[in-house]
């Protein structure tokens, strides 16, 4: 584990690579100046990005923990701080700090299950880290489904990741859908909450949820009508998170403070659900 000091003090990283996945959210690669990783983590956690004179973000680490060369970001353009980093290139240097925040239990939980992740959006960067480290570890988990919504084909993150990696994998099954018909998309159409209810997937497995509130909070309906129970069901309230260290008290749900209990939760570990959802 790593001590709260460490997680405290910001390293300097270098931008080495930005990839660009949809109309406003991009990818950064990052690593320390000396080419290294600039620290471990698990899959679910996430690190505070800054940007000296500009700000700092809380961020979720979208590569998995497998991937020991370096670390990756996917960030929509949303504000101050990641607008910055959207017009930043190869070979600016920011400060990372981390890692925060209670992994998903991919290594006790999650062990020996068929997993479900449904995600929308910008909602597949949380979950990607974790995609990547059951299909590294494949041999530890059952069978795999994969849900992904966006409002289009072009808003699809790491789209080209999913065809080519993802859906050819042995024992994984990825569904896609969007919102509203577009010309040459062949997949489903419509809103995730439907769809999952839609593929009648059987309760013999975990699910993990992560995107907009009203997707969660209707999502999280529709597998309950499935059968699904709340201790079977998992999500990332990682935007929520401020200071990330359980100081400023700005993610407080309920009892549970984001940062210190989470972002990481099981449903009936939550008392009620942010006052958005």
Not at 16 to 26: A, E, G
Request: proline fraction near 5%.
């Amino acid at each position: 584990m790593h001590n709260i000091e460490d997680t405290l003090i910001p390293k300097v990283a270098v931008i080495t690579d930005v990839r660009i996945d949809t109309p406003d959210i991009k990818t950064f690669r990052v690593v320390t100046p000396d080419g290294k990783k600039a620290f471990d983590h698990m899959p679910g956690q996430c690190a505070m990005l800054s940007v000296p004179g500009v700000g700092e973000a809380m961020f979720s680490i979208t590569s998995s923990p497998t991937n020991t060369e370096y670390m990756e970001f996917s960030i929509k353009k949303c504000g101050c701080v990641t607008e910055w980093l959207h017009a930043a290139e190869v070979g600016q240097q920011i400060t990372v700090r981390g890692p925060y925040g209670k992994p998903f239990p991919v290594d006790d939980e999650f062990a020996g299950k068929n997993l479900l992740f449904i995600a929308g959006g910008v909602g597949l960067a949380p979950l990607r880290s974790v995609i990547n480290y059951c299909r590294h570890y494949r041999d530890r988990y059952g069978k795999i489904d994969i849900v992904y919504g966006s409002r289009s084909k072009e808003d699809l993150l790491d789209y080209n990741e999913i065809i080519e990696e993802w859906a050819k994998d042995a024992n994984v099954d990825v569904h896609l859908t969007i919102d509203t018909a577009q010309e040459g998309w062949t997949e489903n159409v419509g809103f995730i909450p439907q769809f999952v209810k839609g593929l009648k997937f059987d309760t013999d497995r975990t699910a993990v949820l992560c995107g907009p509130p009203i997707m969660i909070k209707l999502t999280l309906e529709a597998l309950t009508s499935l059968g699904f129970e709340k201790n079977q069901v998992y999500t990332t309230l990682e935007l929520r998170m401020k200071c990330g260290v359980g100081k400023c008290g700005r993610c407080n749900v309920g009892s549970k403070y984001v940062c210190k209990d989470g972002p990481v939760f099981r449903f009936d570990e939550l008392d009620e659900l942010p006052a958005e959802y």
